[in-house]
């Protein structure tokens, strides 16, 4: 018989390797009094309908299944509604808790431990999570300012075996950069082609400023004979704190996830579904997102412009939450960074999006979100970090 | 390059390998016109306070924290609530999305793929479903009307090198069995002895008839220095459309499982986790359970007595949801199933709870849950039991 040691406790490899996100620890220094936070994506709590949600909850009461077990995919009714947001079919649909639940059954449906995901070089940092905790290792692929290199792509998928690709296409996180159509049309070809699945992670595709996004991966799939998860969610355009997301896939993988969602967590809650779904039912969500529109694009330009006179360099973006800006030159980026949080603001360096570990260029940018602040906080946010160059330089 | 035929998408080993779950499979038959149910662990509709859980639903609509993001091991205020029902640390608890993720993150925490993890003979198919998803092999251990059998256990332990053990201590799924306090201590010793993690599955505790059970594993592990982790969960006692469960966990591990929930879900539903504190403080909670426990006793003496008249040998429970009967002899058990559903009644086959896979005696056996239905569906549910019973002799 072995006997370890009373107070070892032994670990799994995933839980080992696992980094902490640096974006979620950043949340002890946001609740600093005083603290202007333009660090994390969260949107803007005067931006969230709560006269719509109170009585989208009050509908939910009352509905039984806000309370009993319910189908491990969603509820029906849920999914037909969402299927219609996106003019899709209610068997593609499988309701999530949030859409990073989505990123976790995807990988956990498509690789083993020791496979290769594609990703791009800067990375939302709770996709690298997933990827440790699967034991699937990140291959980073080159952006440019118009999102992912194809002949970077294509090099990356030669080189690396990878089974799938994850990316944002639309308004990506954290560079705010969208994928034209054409580009879209040939890395669906280039990845159907070579059988890479694409996971579009696909969160922020409704909070455009003047004109819609491109069309999806996941509508531009079939034409291209390419195969695509889409990931959507409700957190950045009606609450976060639902939790609740979806996922579309083709009706040789939903059955699969679904039960590897049932094994996770049997089916996201019936109380968040429902309140979801009333809100829905109740025709306000439409007019909630002509109001988060304008909204978020005044916040984007009063942002850009304070950073723009503070010496970064930021391409404006057309949606999403984030400015990628690049320090201003000369700077030190972490004493940068230390001086911010003395003076009460705060953003997400670079680093934290580095999908190589390797770091490097990566570290002389950050992410900037323009969503969670009113204007006038994000000009006081911009006239401190202005100071904080000063005393940086 | 490698190129793949376009409409192959490779699986992972893990989809590939995961059980439909065969308890919810039992759903489109149990939704049959007519049907009385007594497969699935549902609470009954009417032994949820839906008049508590309106006003719940009502104080949470006002609290921000129920429509933004929060930590990831759950709300703090939350966090003390739960902790205070079993005297613990809120430090300990971390939130759940319901006890079946909890599951899945103890399982994620532990092990690797490869490994294996004893299980009791007679298994919630949910679990295996987990161990499948992780690669993680299930060990059965051999069980008498007491719970788990130590002879067995330590012999499995010698056998397997198992780094866990998983178990339902009070109140078993399927079997109800409780596991006496001398029982549980001498598991304890020989786990500790042994470097064997314990978890324990403990959504049941609060439903019982007569006497509070013994003392959780978790309470009795720090004298008999053992490690355990604890899944609790608010399915059972308050609603499970919630989906709302808590971890208990000693502080070396509670950071990994709080960065793996992170990279599953990132946080529990805010929605949901406001609606149980808000219940939680309503004073509502303890009035209720006295209400549930003399109703689910009423269920559970009906059901029993019209099994055992229906030539069934039933061991009496002391509390949970569950009664496992030995089926009248001489009857094929798969024709018995086929015609009770003719007959409009439903129960779990015991096959459904098979750890091993390989069949034998546990087919003898069903599994029938006394909370769901009212006395009268119940004494209908077993003369229609009786009737196939004759049909099938």
């Known amino acids: 018989m072995t006997y370890l040691a009373p107070h070892t406790t032994p670990l799994s490899r995933a839980a080992m390797a696992l980094p902490e996100n640096p974006l979620r620890a950043l949340y002890p220094l946001a609740a600093r009094d005083g603290m202007i936070s333009l660090a994390n994506g969260h949107p803007s709590p005067d931006a969230c309908d709560h006269v719509g949600l109170r009585d989208a909850l009050d509908a939910a009461a009352a509905d039984p299944m806000a309370w009993r077990y319910g189908p491990t995919a969603g509820d029906p009714r849920l999914r037909r509604a969402l299927a219609h947001l996106s003019g899709d079919q209610p068997d593609s649909v499988i309701v999530t808790s949030g859409a990073q ?138 609450a976060p704190g639902l939790r609740i997301g979806w996922m579309l896939a083709t009706s040789d993988l939903t059955p699969h996830i679904t039960a590897l969602k049932q094994a996770s967590d049997l089916q996201s809650s019936g109380t968040a579904q429902m309140t979801v779904l009333a809100y829905l039912s109740s025709g306000r969500f439409d007019d909630w997102l002509v109001k988060a529109r304008a909204l978020y694009r005044a916040r984007h330009d009063a942002l850009r412009e304070g950073l723009v006179e503070a010496g970064f360099d930021v391409p404006a973006v057309t949606g999403g939450m984030f400015l990628w800006a690049r320090l201003p030159k000369h700077i030190d980026t972490a004493r940068l960074f230390e001086t911010a949080v003395a003076q009460g603001v705060l953003y997400a360096p670079g680093a934290a999006f580095d999908a190589s570990g390797q770091g490097g260029e990566i570290a002389l940018y950050a992410r900037f979100c323009f969503a969670s602040n009113d204007v006038k906080s994000l000009k006081q946010a911009t006239d401190r970090l202005a100071q904080a160059a000063r005393l940086s330089a």
Chains 1, 2 share one sequence.
């Open 101 to 238: 639940q989505g990123i976790d059954l995807a990988i956990r449906t498509l690789c083993d431990p020791g496979d290769t995901v594609l990703v791009p070089e800067a990375l939302y940092p709770a996709t690298l999570s997933v990827l440790a905790a699967c034991g699937v290792t990140a291959h980073p692929v080159r952006e440019d300012a118009g999102g992912l290199c194809l002949n970077a792509l294509e090099q990356a998928i030669q080189d690396s075996k990878a089974r799938a690709l994850y990316l944002t296409p639309t308004f990506g996180n954290p560079t705010g950069s969208v994928l034209s159509e054409d580009r879209r049309g040939a890395l669906l070809a280039l990845c159907a082609r070579t059988g890479v699945l694409v996971i579009e992670d696909d969160p922020y595709r409704d909070l455009w400023f003047d004109a819609p996004p491109p069309p999806s991966l996941w509508e531009m799939a079939g034409a291209c004979g390419a195969r695509v998860i889409a990931l959507r969610s409700c957190s950045k355009s009606i």
